[in-house]
């Protein structure tokens, strides 16, 4: 074998040895919430306060009150987010955030992120947390230039795609997010409901929301990528 040879099937072989390690991985264990840590301000001072973040019937739930964040111990970059989540009753509002870094940035309550919205009719919308994201069509979705901004009362919200991609409130909704390098590709059963580059984070942790409403997750997995889908 000559060191031209030799090349291609040391490429092959580290090819093969990447795909193989690209192993999904559950952030849920189904019993409890180990690797993640809550981080809900309401908690700090008063002790009647309760933890909005449970298992129940092996689900991961949040009980929407009080508000706050439910964020994994590790980075992450480069990966697949797969959410399978639901309003088992009234719909309102909840979130996917990722890139997550200096908690309490925004409001006191809200850590440094871009939250993948996935509040009921507005699911897949962008919002800008102290990082920032572009997309196509920019001043369309996110209104004037000269209100743009990351912070408390800038513009910071970027609309989704499509209508109608949500399911029936009590039905499951499967959200996929694609985060690879400064890129952001977002999912919503099947469709296509956002894309963003240029963001100014690439790596950080995964946080799910507390938001006023109960929502049931039954599947919260990651894969990682070396490319986005299509």
């Known amino acids: 074998m000559n060191k031209y040879q030799l090349t291609i099937l ?3 072989l580290l090819g093969i040895t990447s795909i193989s390690c690209a192993q999904t991985v559950s952030l849920f264990n ?3 919430l180990d690797g993640w840590h809550a981080d809900v301000p309401e908690m700090d001072n008063n002790p009647d306060a309760i ?8 689900l991961l739930v949040s009980l929407g009150t009080p508000g706050g964040h439910l964020i994994t111990d590790a980075d992450y970059a480069n990966f697949r987010l797969q959410i399978e989540y639901r309003f088992a009753g009234e719909p309102g509002n909840c979130g996917a955030l990722v890139f997550a870094s200096t908690p309490r940035a925004l409001y006191g309550m809200f850590p440094k992120s871009i939250e993948v919205q996935m509040m009921h009719q507005n699911a897949g919308d962008f919002w800008c947390i102290v990082e920032d ?3 196509a069509d ?3 979705r996110r209104g004037p230039r000269a209100e743009w901004g ?3 009362g800038k513009g910071r919200r970027i609309i989704n795609l499509t209508d109608d991609s949500e399911k ?6 499967t959200m996929t997010i694609e985060c690879l390098e400064r890129e952001i590709k977002v999912w919503l059963n099947g469709d296509l409901v956002n894309h963003g580059y240029d963001c100014t984070a690439n790596s950080g942790k995964i946080a799910l929301q507390a938001e006023g409403s109960e929502v049931e997750f039954r599947k919260v997995e990651i894969t990682p990528i070396s490319r986005l889908s299509k």
């Open 10 to 12: 040391i490429t092959i």
């Open 30 to 32: 189904g019993r409890d």
């Open 51 to 58: 933890n909005p973040f449970i298992v129940r019937d092996g």
């Open 133 to 135: 994201i572009h997309v």
């Open 138 to 140: 920019m001043e369309a």
């Open 150 to 152: 990351i912070t408390e």
């Open 168 to 173: 029936p409130v009590g039905e499951w909704n």
